[in-house]
């Protein structure tokens, strides 16, 4: 999505940009605040919709799973959602009395405890937030892309309700902006114990170090009224108990997984950023920090490696690396710090794919097959010499079949109806949360949780033997004195 940054971001390169129409690419400058997910979801949703009307096909490549899931799925909240959904809950005047009193209220808070915050708490990067109802978005996007299919900015306008006016979205703008300082100041696991006060079904299903998710359900409550586990259970009525957040959006829609051998495609990951690496990964990142940084001095800005690009993998393992000056980056201490820079890289890189097998096996196939379900078709990627033969063909030849209404000559994957319970278990030893039956289990088999349990039984041994040797020694004082 972003401008430049080809190299650490693996993008297509231009010879494979010609081959075939792309979208969503180089339409947003890395140096700004990131783009939720939802403000993406409504730039591409109008493309992909267009490319259908001129009975296309098109095809997602991914790429992060989370925002593919907001383009096959309807699982994405909007404002004007919860809205409706509050307003359906109690009467209009009822929820905009409240509304007042409780913007009131808030104010006089404020006020009267600002001097004394300030005086606390070290104040939130004042980089602005993008809020996830997509109400505000960058001032450097262009269409890029997208052929005749209007700018993301004019999509996020026409999301918005159609009474809401510019005046309107500037004071929703400016509520959200300032409440999200508010709930940065205080700590996640106080964030989760009064979400677990106003809604605790919610809290049940959140991590308490899930920041982002808390707040978001914190500020719809305080905005609306509404408790967000209401909100999500509104948007899953009518479909299975084990569903996607809501209904698929396109009903005509399979899934093609490239798989491969996880020891071959660790050697193809590790190979890959070797590559990267030749093309000129240190200084592509060496420039983009010398221009984030000048930006956010000039704005007088805190740096915030927690959003936008920084996500991205590749930025947060070379920082110590980055932030040396060019004679110390040659010195062996400076060649230490990028030999580990490296080795991080290669090892997030696997780790990643890991995590998108785990979507994939998880999100997709652990759930009852339904409509509601794209199905999966799995591809055997391992050997690249054979791409046409294992790869292509077969891809090619379940694409033809379905468009003709015609069994597949490959079976889809099989689903398994695994259904999970979202129960929040805390391991004290560790300080670790688990959300379901299936995390509790891998955490209490990890080695993690074994190093953690061997130093606690080290610790009681130590002390049961210090309590020893001090009764032993009380002993042969009381045993002198004749006591």
């Known amino acids: 999505m972003y401008k430049g940054l080809g190299i650490v971001t693996n ?18 400058s890395p140096l700004k605040d990131n783009v939720t997910v939802l403000e993406y979801r409504n730039a591409a949703v109008p493309i992909i919709d267009s490319i259908l009307a001129a009975k296309k096909t098109p095809i997602i490549v991914g790429g992060s799973n989370y925002y593919i899931e907001s383009l096959l799925w309807r699982n994405l909240v909007n404002t004007e959602d ?17 509304k007042q009193q409780q913007e009131q209220k808030q104010q006089q808070q404020e006020q009267s405890q600002i001097v004394e915050d300030q005086a606390k708490v070290k104040p939130a990067p004042q980089s602005e937030w993008l809020p996830h109802d997509g109400s505000v978005v960058g001032d450097d996007l262009d269409p890029g892309c997208y052929g005749d299919v209007r700018s993301m900015e004019s999509q996020d306008e026409e999301s918005t309700t159609e009474s809401c006016s510019d005046e309107e979205r500037l004071t929703e703008r ?20 009064r979400l677990s006060q106003v809604d605790p079904k919610m809290a049940d299903r959140l991590h308490p170090k899930d920041k982002r998710k808390i707040i978001r359900a914190l500020e719809v409550y305080d905005r609306y009224g509404i408790q967000m586990s209401e909100v999500y259970r509104h948007q899953h009525s009518g479909l299975a108990d084990n569903a996607m957040g809501g209904s698929l959006r396109y009903r005509d829609t399979c899934l093609l997984w490239i798989k491969c051998d996880q020891d071959v495609l660790d050697r193809r990951l590790d190979a890959r950023v070797d590559k990267m690496l030749e093309q000129g990964l240190v200084n592509e990142l060496l420039d983009f920090h010398r221009q984030y940084n000048e930006e956010r001095l000039k704005n007088n800005r805190a740096a915030d ?25 040659q010195t062996e201490k400076g060649q230490a710090a990028f030999r580990a820079a490296v080795e991080k890289l290669k090892q997030v890189t696997r780790k990643y794919a890991r995590v998108q097998k785990r979507w994939i096996e998880r999100r997709l196939l652990n759930r009852p097959c339904s409509e509601n379900v794209p199905l999966v078709y799995g ?16 891809a090619t030849r379940i694409l033809t079949a379905l468009r003709q209404g015609e069994t597949t000559p490959i079976s889809p994957l099989p689903y398994q109806d695994v259904r999970q319970e979202f129960v929040i278990q805390h391991c004290k030893l560790c300080d670790v949360h688990a959300n379901t039956p299936e995390m509790w289990h891998v955490h209490i088999k990890s080695k993690r949780h074994r190093k953690c349990e061997q130093s606690r039984r080290r610790k009681l041994r130590d002390l049961t033997q210090t309590l020893d040797e001090y009764i032993h020694h009380q002993q042969v004082q009381d045993g002198d004195s004749g006591t």
């Not at 300032?178 to 100041?185: A, G, L």
């Not at 591809?379 to 077969?394: A, C, H, I, K, M």
Request: with cysteine.
């Open 11 to 28: 993008k297509a390169t231009k010879e494979e940009l010609q081959m075939c129409r792309h979208h969503m690419i180089d339409f947003i």
């Open 82 to 98: 919860i809205q409706k959904l509050a307003s359906l809950q109690r009467p209009e005047s009822e929820y905009e009395g409240n």
């Open 174 to 193: 400016a509520f959200t902006v300032k409440d999200r300082e508010k709930y940065e100041m205080q700590s996640s696991v106080d964030l989760h114990a």
């Open 305 to 329: 490696y927690t959003r936008g690009i920084f996500q991205s993998i590749g930025f947060k393992e070379f920082h110590d690396f980055l932030l040396m000056d060019a004679d110390s980056r």
């Open 379 to 394: 591809l055997d990627g391992t050997d690249v010499s054979r791409w046409d033969e294992n790869v292509l063909e077969p």
